[in-house]
Nanobody, 122 residues
Framework: QVQLAESGGGSVQPGGSLRLSCAYSGYTYSRNCIGWFRQAAGKEREAVAYMYVTTGDSYYTDSVKGRFTISQDKAKNAVYLQMIGLKPEDSAMYYC???????????????WGQGTQVTVSS
């Protein structure tokens, strides 16, 4: 089993910044990849960024490249999503997810956190 807990969401104005945290624990092999997904009301869940925990290799969806950065602190068993230049279209529930492999879709991710809400509005 892998447990995930997100934190750091909130409300910001356009152009603002937030850092999301995902604290993880549990079976190492099952959390080889940690990904951040988001789901806005009425829309499908989409992958935002994901990282192989062992190598640090990371990937981003095009709409967040240059604005979002995924990072990790292995000593704290945490993965972060630093978000700058936030736009209203970034508003969504953000989830971290863990799986054995990384992918830009939800299927390979076995474990999910409860989510943290990000709202960007003026």
């Amino acid at each position: 089993q892998v447990q995930l807990a997100e934190s750091g969401g909130g409300s910001v104005q356009p152009g603002g910044s937030l850092r999301l945290s995902c604290a993880y624990s549990g079976y190492t092999y099952s959390r080889n990849c940690i990904g951040w997904f988001r789901q806005a009301a009425g829309k499908e869940r989409e992958a935002v960024a994901y990282m192989y925990v062992t190598t640090g290799d990371s990937y981003y969806t095009d709409s967040v490249k240059g604005r979002f950065t995924i990072s990790q602190d292995k000593a704290k068993n945490a993965v972060y999503l630093q978000m700058i230049g936030l736009k209203p279209e970034d508003s969504a529930m953000y989830y971290c997810a863990a799986g054995r492999v990384c992918a830009a879709h939800a299927v390979p991710y076995t474990y999910w956190g409860q989510g943290t809400q990000v709202t960007v509005s003026s």
